[in-house]
């Protein structure tokens, strides 16, 4: 899925018939011009949030450290990397959210997830922690960046992952994958588009419990997308994803791997479960 497939919090219902929409449905933001040549549109310059997904691997020689040692290095790293929050003005806006892969996934540990209106701040949170010594004993196998924006598909709905700010962290769990559309999807007309996220967002819409979190990484990484998902409830994601890969635009997906099912802890209670 991505921000193509907007799930939860603005479930669309189906047009009535004749292709009206039903009383009370609220009016569509709906951009039909996507690549700006006919209405030429100007570049749009305002402030965005940028967001980083960083992942990372334990080197299995920091178990065998004595356990005094060990928990020194990792309280070393625990205060540079909370600092990075603490130690900026409130009005750069800086979000840092942690969570545990251990026993979840083989090929990573942790992630972190930071979130600024600068991706120079993500160069000084990761310079921080390469000061610490446990990053001599940490690969980072992955790293998403992408930027948030306004969905060309969905209503504007206050506080539901749609808009120009995020509510990270609400849930339990977090599941992360980034995502790639064929180019044959780049070909299709708006209102084709726009008719298979119709379908799209409608098959989403019981599933109340899953909160998306889409984000745009054309020119700036390798994929097009990274979608993440608030749940507190992994079963009902699972059910979501299942649905929806019943829909027409579902064959418009290039690649949607790897994935990630994250677990949000406090950084102390990840760095813990690392041994």
Same mark, same amino acid.
């Given at each position: 899925?991505?921000?193509?497939?907007?799930?939860?919090?603005?479930?669309?219902? %189906?047009?009535?018939?004749?292709?009206?929409?039903?009383?009370?449905?609220?009016?569509?933001? $709906?951009?039909?011009?996507?690549?700006?040549?006919?209405?030429?549109?100007?570049?749009?310059?305002?402030?965005?949030?940028?967001?980083?997904?960083?992942?990372?691997?334990? !080197?299995?020689?920091?178990?065998?450290?004595?356990?005094?040692?060990?928990?020194?290095?990792?309280?070393?790293?625990?205060?540079?990397?909370?600092?990075?929050?603490?130690?900026?003005?409130?009005?750069?806006?800086?979000?840092?959210?942690?969570?545990?892969? $251990?026993?979840?996934?083989?090929?990573?540990?942790?992630?972190?997830?930071?979130?600024?209106?600068?991706?120079?701040?993500?160069?000084?949170?990761?310079?921080?922690?390469?000061?610490?010594?446990?990053?001599?004993?940490?690969?980072?196998?992955?790293?998403?960046?992408?930027?948030?924006?306004?969905?060309?598909? $969905?209503?504007?709905?206050?506080?539901?992952?749609?808009?120009?700010?995020?509510?990270?962290?609400?849930?339990?769990?977090?599941?992360?994958?980034?995502?790639?559309?064929?180019?044959?999807?780049?070909?299709?007309?708006?209102?084709?588009?726009?008719?298979?996220?119709?379908?799209?967002?409608?098959?989403?819409? %019981? +599933?109340?419990?899953?909160?998306?979190?889409?984000?745009?990484?054309?020119?700036?990484?390798?994929?097009?997308?990274?979608?993440?998902?608030?749940?507190?409830? %992994?079963?009902?994601?699972? !059910?979501?994803?299942?649905?929806?890969?019943?829909?027409?635009?579902?064959?418009?997906?290039?690649?949607?791997? %790897?994935? +990630?099912?994250?677990?949000?802890?406090?950084?102390?209670?990840?760095?813990?479960?690392?041994?």
């Amino acid at each position: 899925m991505s921000d193509e497939q907007k799930p939860t919090q603005a479930a669309e219902t %189906p047009l009535a018939a004749g292709g009206s929409r039903p009383a009370g449905r609220p009016k569509m933001m $709906v951009d039909l011009d996507p690549s700006g040549q006919v209405t030429g549109r100007e570049p749009d310059r305002a402030q965005r949030q940028f967001l980083d997904y960083a992942f990372y691997k334990l !080197d299995p020689a920091f178990r065998r450290l004595p356990q005094v040692e060990r928990d020194e290095i990792k309280a070393e790293f625990l205060a540079a990397a909370e600092g990075w929050v603490a130690d900026a003005p409130a009005e750069k806006g800086l979000i840092q959210r942690s969570y545990s892969l $251990v026993g979840v996934r083989g090929d990573v540990d942790f992630m972190l997830w930071r979130i600024a209106f600068d991706v120079r701040d993500f160069q000084e949170a990761q310079a921080r922690l390469n000061r610490t010594r446990l990053m001599g004993y940490l690969t980072q196998p992955y790293n998403f960046v992408s930027m948030q924006k306004r969905s060309q598909y $969905v209503n504007r709905v206050e506080g539901s992952g749609h808009g120009l700010e995020i509510l990270p962290g609400q849930g339990k769990y977090l599941f992360i994958y980034p995502f790639i559309k064929t180019r044959p999807w780049y070909d299709l007309t708006p209102h084709s588009r726009q008719g298979m996220m119709d379908e799209h967002i409608y098959a989403s819409g %019981p +599933f109340k419990g899953v909160r998306i979190n889409t984000s745009y990484s054309y020119g700036i990484d390798d994929q097009e997308f990274v979608v993440s998902f608030d749940s507190d409830y %992994p079963q009902e994601f699972v !059910d979501l994803v299942h649905r929806l890969r019943y829909t027409e635009a579902s064959n418009y997906t290039l690649r949607d791997t %790897p994935m +990630f099912t994250c677990v949000k802890k406090e950084l102390a209670g990840v760095l813990e479960d690392l041994g």
